[in-house]
Nanobody, 123 residues
Framework: QVQLVESGGGLVQAGGSLRLSCAASGLTFSRYAWGWFRQAPGKEREFVAVISWKGGDTEYEDFVKGRFTISRDNAKNTVYLQMNSLKPEDTAVYYC????????????????WGQGTQVTVSS
């Protein structure tokens, strides 16, 4: 019923950019805050960024501030993560996430998850 389809991941060299997209269906997109999490091998899934219902508020984890930008288009039912100045330590599987509450900073509150998209940053 609810589907979150991610795209945009890939392999880039350090300093490069990627834009991740998460297209949602089967839910009322505007009722949810949307976020991005990432999980590297052997590590727990961690918060990256979140955007509020109408896009007026955003929060970022410290390690991506100034490099990543989260945005949403409620008309297209899509949330984006623009990633610039990528570093090898950004390598992870990135997951979009929907939550009725804002902000999303922990995996425990997430209502729906995307399938994940791999981002690999080479030195």
């Amino acid at each position: 019923q609810v589907q979150l389809v991610e795209s945009g991941g890939g392999l880039v060299q350090a300093g490069g950019s990627l834009r991740l997209s998460c297209a949602a269906s089967g839910l009322t997109f505007s009722r949810y805050a949307w976020g991005w999490f990432r999980q590297a091998p052997g590590k727990e899934r961690e918060f990256v960024a979140v955007i509020s219902w109408k896009g007026g508020d955003t929060e970022y984890e410290d390690f991506v501030k100034g490099r990543f930008t989260i945005s949403r288009d409620n008309a297209k039912n899509t949330v984006y993560l623009q990633m610039n100045s990528l570093k090898p330590e950004d390598t992870a599987v990135y997951y979009c996430a929907a939550d009725l509450q804002y902000p999303i900073t922990t995996t425990r509150t997430v209502d729906y998850w995307g399938q994940g998209t791999q981002v690999t940053v080479s030195s």
